[in-house]
């Protein structure tokens, strides 16, 4: 008896799109067909140095603590792993801003000019508490 395997077609789909702001959720799915293993890579920066994480299923939700342009790679085979085949896509990754103003004085405040999250949820909050209304741009 001789089996057939199709040959797997790796897919993409991202959600909401693949352009988003530092800390948005992007939905990774699969929509490969014939195929029952699945490896991201999924690029980021960590401390200015590149790196990827690896991920082992069909659907996956990441987010990026810095901007930049992201790639993402797909490999996925077939049932019975002799057959491969990738696919990538590019996430672009902007700087998360807000314009802060209040009856005299208006001024922007970004996340990149910042090194860590808590330190400018709480740069944001001091403006908030100093009486300034903040909108994210």
Excluded: H
């Excluded at 293993?37 to 069909?58: A, G, L, P, S």
């Excluded at 085949?85 to 990149?112: H, K, L």
């Amino acid at each position: 008896m001789i089996s057939c395997q199709k040959e797997p077609t790796a897919c993409i789909e991202v959600e909401p799109s693949n352009s988003v702001t530092v800390f948005d959720e992007v939905t990774l799915k699969s929509c490969s067909e014939d195929a029952v293993w699945y490896n991201w890579e999924v690029e980021e920066f960590q401390n200015n140095v590149q790196t990827y994480q690896y991920f082992i299923e069909d659907r996956l939700v990441f987010s990026w603590d810095e901007a930049g342009t992201f790639d993402i790679y797909l490999t996925v085979k077939s049932e019975n792993m002799k057959r491969q085949t990738s696919e990538s896509t590019r996430i672009t990754v902007m700087d998360v801003c807000y314009s802060c103003s209040n009856a005299t004085t208006s001024s922007d405040i970004c996340y990149s000019t910042y090194e860590e999250r808590s330190t400018f949820d709480a740069a944001l909050a001091n403006f908030v508490a100093a009486g300034f209304t903040c909108n994210k741009n």
